[in-house]
Structures are given as C-alpha cells and as structure tokens.
C-alpha cells in the first residue's frame, strides 16, 4: 500500500511516498539484482555433521548453498580459486536419418509392378479359342437380341465365389453375353469369373496398390478400366491381363466410365476426389478435357441422349448435365431436400437415370432436356445410409434392385414403385449388384466380406 504527500523543499517541490515494508524489500531486491552481474553457480556447500548443531561444520543437508564466483573477482579475493563443477557437455552432432515415404497415405505408382495370373484349368479350348469366345453349348443364345426376353425375380442361390479377401466395390457383366463376371475388391485385385460351365476363377488382374472402387468395359470387352485409392486409373486387356496404359491426375478416381458412342469409345470419363471430371483418349494417354463446376467429390457419370450428353453427381448434394466434351453444365439442380447421390444406373428406355440417394431411397430424373426429378418414382424400404451401394435396373426395364447394409437384395417395381420380394443374401451388407443382360432372372451380388453369389 502506497500513499502519496506533496511537500515543499528548498530546490522546489517533492513528491513524498509511503510504502509498506514487503513493498520496499521487494522492489530493492529487484533494483540490486538489476544492477549486478550475473553469477556463474558452482559447486554446493558440505552438507555437514549431523552430529553437529551449531557453528563450523554444522549440518546443513538440502538446505546447503550455492558458492559463486563473481565475473569481477580479483585472485586475491575469497572463492577466485574455486573450480567451476557445472560445464557444457560437447554433444557430438548425429547425422540425420534418409528421408522416407514411411506414414505417408499416397505413393507414387511407377507403373512396374503389374502383373497377372491365370487360374483356369485350360488357357485354350480344343478349337484354341480363350474364355473370350462366346460360349454356344448353353441352351440359351447369348448373342441373341433380348427385345422379347421378360425378367423375374430370381429365387435361389446357385453359385458362391470366395476368392477374394475384403469388400466387392464393383461388378460388371461382359457387354452383351454376359459369359464373364468381373468384380473389383478392396483387396487391390480385379478377377474374372466364368459364369457358365464350372464356375472357375479365371485370371486375377494386380497391380493396384490400395482398393479399386470402380470398373468398366468398353464395347466389346476386349478392355477395361480400373481405378483405385492409390490415384491410378489403368487399362488392362481382358484376354492377357497386361496392363494397357495408365492414368493419373494426382488425385484419387472415384468412378471411371467409357465413351460408348462407337466412334468415340476409345476416350473415357473419371469423376475424381478433387471435384473435377477428367476426360482422357486412351491411345494417346493424355487428358483432353477438363469439367470443373462440382464443389465436392464426384460420385456418378451417366451417359444419356445417345451419348451426347452425360449427367453427374457429387457429394455436394448436386446433379449437374454436360454437353459432352463442352465444360460448362447446361442444367445444374441443387434442391434443400436434396441428399448426395453415390450410385446410378440408367434405365434401358434412356428416358430415365435412377440414382442411389444417401436417405435411404432411390429417386429418379428424367435424362431429356429438362433433366427434372420424377416425384411418382421413389423406391423405399431398404437402408444404405453409410455405403455407397449399387443400384441395378433389369434389361426389361421392369424392375429396380438394390443392396442394403443389412444384408438383403431389394426389387422394386418399376411402374408402380412397390417392393417385390427381399433376399436375406448375405450376413454382411451388400454393396454390389447387377442383372445379366441376357438371362431372364439372374442376378449377381457383392458383399463386404468379399463374397460373390449367383442368384436365378
């Protein structure tokens, strides 16, 4: 506490201060440690005889001092011949470990390390054909048209695949026979399966170094496209299994879709994780064009009006229509109600696009002009919030199916949005599905325990 008195001396006038004793020590201690030097510590005081209490030699124990040595100290002065005990220890400089990629998420894929394997009992057939080759001694003409063909719901369980290891991402049908099953894992590998005959494993595809999410055939099937979470998109020959070319953007491909206009099928689309769809041609390697509107990470590509046009989506809760190969949308819909779209499959009239919505329904929009939502159509009843699961439509047009995160296959009516039938189809959820595009009632289903079932 301080108070302050104004008193007149002879040189003028002089502030007088009162200031309580703790006060004075505290800001005097302040003042003389200010103003010395400092003080290098040395070695500690004995601690003492504890036999002795008083006088020299008495016992100190932890309560022993410090002697300094002052910088300013003269040899005659008491302490000046102390040794000084506390030195800085030289540390000898450690040489610096080689940086490594160790911990980090992404490396770069130099494209070596492709590889693949053929299981199957025969490479060639006794006429030397490949699996490539239609089969003809089936019973049922797969290269047949299915105008007049009228789908049903399949019934039983006849066949299981069990090769891979982790979650099925992605199943594809060969284009047009349907004789070949393709499916893509999280276990980094592609394999193709023989449909008919024994149901054997036939080659396994690898090179991938992190799961592959999504696959696609072009026309005739004597390639396909992969792409992963190691941020490769690569194109593999279905025959031999080598691996054709590869593409990257640096970011991660979520869904990789071909061309199918004949004369321009040699290019292809890829919604990235960057929110940009990129557009390569296959014989040059290199990206052609660029669509960068979308504000969150592309999820589907849908070619429609005979592939002129295509419609995406993303998770920024959006759909948005291309003209194909101009980069501005032409129809852009973002709707409150509105939940991110992960899956899409059109429907074989090309008038519509049905789109797996996060809220656990399947919404449909119109693939004309206007692009606008058919608010009759909603198919209800299964769940899939959480996955991003497959939505299938039948070669008739005349049903809707789809996984569910409980385990069940769904079908839905087309024309009046009611549920079939549900199939308890596994004990995990179902992530991929697809109907055949030849036979009347089989189905294809993809777990995330790795298993692949044939349903008739």
Same mark, same amino acid.
């Given at each position: 506490?301080?108070?302050?008195?104004? %008193?007149?001396?002879? +040189?003028?006038?002089?502030?007088?201060?009162?200031?309580?004793?703790?006060?004075?020590?505290?800001?005097?201690?302040?003042?003389?440690?200010?103003?010395?030097?400092?003080?290098?510590?040395?070695?500690?005081?004995?601690?003492?005889?504890?036999?002795?209490?008083?006088?020299?030699?008495?016992?100190?124990?932890? =309560?022993?001092?410090?002697?300094?040595?002052?910088?300013?100290?003269?040899?005659?002065?008491?302490?000046?011949?102390?040794?000084?005990?506390?030195?800085?220890?030289?540390?000898?400089?450690?040489? +610096?470990?080689?940086?490594?990629?160790?911990?980090?998420?992404?490396?770069?894929?130099?494209?070596?390390?492709?590889?693949?394997?053929?299981?199957?009992?025969?490479?060639?057939?006794?006429?030397?054909?490949?699996?490539?080759?239609?089969?003809?001694?089936?019973?049922?003409?797969?290269?047949?048209?299915?105008?007049?063909?009228?789908?049903?719901?399949?019934?039983?369980?006849?066949?299981? =695949?069990?090769?891979? +290891?982790?979650?099925?991402?992605? $199943?594809?049908?060969?284009?047009?026979?349907?004789?070949?099953?393709?499916?893509?894992?999280?276990?980094?590998?592609?394999?193709? =399966?023989?449909?008919?005959?024994?149901?054997?494993?036939?080659?396994?595809?690898?090179?991938?170094?992190?799961?592959?999410?999504?696959?696609?055939?072009?026309?005739?099937?004597?390639?396909? $496209?992969?792409?992963?979470?190691?941020?490769?998109?690569?194109? =593999?020959?279905?025959?031999?299994?080598? @691996?054709?070319?590869?593409?990257?953007?640096?970011?991660?491909?979520?869904?990789?879709?071909?061309?199918?206009?004949?004369? $321009?099928?040699?290019?292809? $689309?890829? %919604?990235?994780?960057?929110?940009?769809?990129?557009?390569?041609?296959?014989?040059?390697?290199?990206?052609?064009?660029?669509?960068?509107?979308?504000?969150?990470?592309?999820?589907?590509?849908?070619? @429609?009006?005979?592939?002129?046009?295509?419609?995406?989506?993303?998770?920024?809760?959006?759909?948005?229509?291309?003209?194909? %190969?101009?980069?501005?949308?032409?129809?852009?819909?973002?709707?409150?109600?509105?939940?991110?779209?992960?899956?899409?499959?059109?429907?074989?009239?090309?008038?519509?696009?049905?789109?797996?919505?996060?809220?656990?329904?399947?919404?449909?929009?119109? @693939?004309?002009?206007?692009?606008?939502?058919?608010?009759?159509?909603?198919?209800?009843?299964?769940?899939?919030?959480?996955?991003?699961?497959?939505?299938? &439509?039948?070669?008739? %047009?005349?049903?809707?199916?789809?996984?569910?995160?409980?385990?069940?296959?769904?079908?839905?009516?087309?024309? +009046? @949005?009611?549920?079939?039938?549900?199939?308890?189809?596994?004990?995990?959820? &179902?992530?991929?599905?697809?109907?055949?595009?030849?036979?009347?009632?089989?189905?294809?289903?993809?777990?995330?325990?790795?298993?692949?079932?044939?349903?008739?």
């Amino acid at each position: 506490m301080a108070t302050n008195t104004k %008193g007149r001396v002879p +040189t003028g006038f002089a502030d007088e201060i009162v200031i309580s004793e703790a006060s004075f020590r505290s800001a005097h201690r302040a003042r003389e440690s200010a103003a010395e030097p400092p003080a290098k510590k040395l070695k500690r005081e004995e601690k003492g005889d504890a036999s002795i209490v008083y006088g020299k030699g008495a016992y100190k124990g932890p =309560w022993a001092k410090y002697e300094y040595e002052r910088p300013d100290a003269n040899s005659e002065e008491e302490g000046s011949d102390v040794e000084i005990i506390y030195e800085e220890d030289e540390i000898e400089e450690q040489p +610096t470990a080689p940086a490594t990629k160790e911990g980090t998420d992404y490396e770069t894929d130099n494209g070596a390390n492709e590889k693949t394997i053929f299981h199957g009992s025969s490479l060639h057939d006794y006429q030397g054909r490949t699996y490539m080759h239609v089969p003809q001694d089936l019973g049922i003409n797969l290269k047949a048209d299915i105008a007049d063909v009228k789908n049903y719901i399949p019934k039983k369980l006849v066949h299981t =695949w069990k090769h891979h +290891t982790k979650a099925i991402n992605a $199943l594809r049908f060969f284009p047009d026979s349907g004789h070949l099953l393709l499916s893509a894992s999280a276990d980094n590998t592609i394999k193709i =399966w023989d449909v008919y005959h024994e149901r054997e494993l036939l080659r396994s595809y690898m090179g991938h170094k992190k799961s592959v999410n999504d696959i696609c055939f072009n026309n005739d099937g004597t390639q396909f $496209l992969s792409a992963s979470y190691d941020r490769q998109m690569k194109l =593999w020959d279905t025959e031999t299994g080598k @691996c054709v070319n590869r593409f990257s953007t640096g970011k991660t491909p979520h869904v990789v879709r071909f061309n199918p206009d004949p004369s $321009l099928n040699h290019e292809f $689309l890829a %919604g990235m994780a960057d929110k940009k769809i990129v557009q390569f041609d296959t014989r040059s390697g290199q990206m052609v064009q660029e669509y960068d509107h979308h504000l969150g990470p592309v999820n589907t590509i849908t070619f @429609c009006d005979e592939n002129r046009r295509f419609i995406t989506t993303s998770d920024d809760k959006s759909l948005r229509a291309w003209e194909y %190969g101009i980069p501005v949308p032409i129809k852009f819909i973002a709707e409150p109600y509105m939940y991110p779209m992960v899956r899409s499959a059109p429907h074989p009239s090309g008038k519509y696009v049905a789109f797996q919505s996060s809220d656990n329904q399947i919404v449909v929009y119109a @693939c004309t002009d206007r692009f606008r939502q058919n608010r009759k159509k909603s198919f209800r009843g299964h769940n899939n919030a959480g996955y991003a699961i497959d939505v299938a &439509i039948s070669p008739d %047009g005349q049903f809707v199916s789809s996984g569910d995160s409980g385990g069940f296959v769904t079908f839905w009516d087309w024309k +009046t @949005c009611k549920m079939y039938h549900k199939i308890q189809a596994s004990e995990s959820p &179902i992530i991929a599905t697809g109907w055949h595009p030849k036979e009347t009632s089989k189905v294809v289903t993809g777990d995330l325990n790795g298993l692949i079932k044939f349903w008739d």
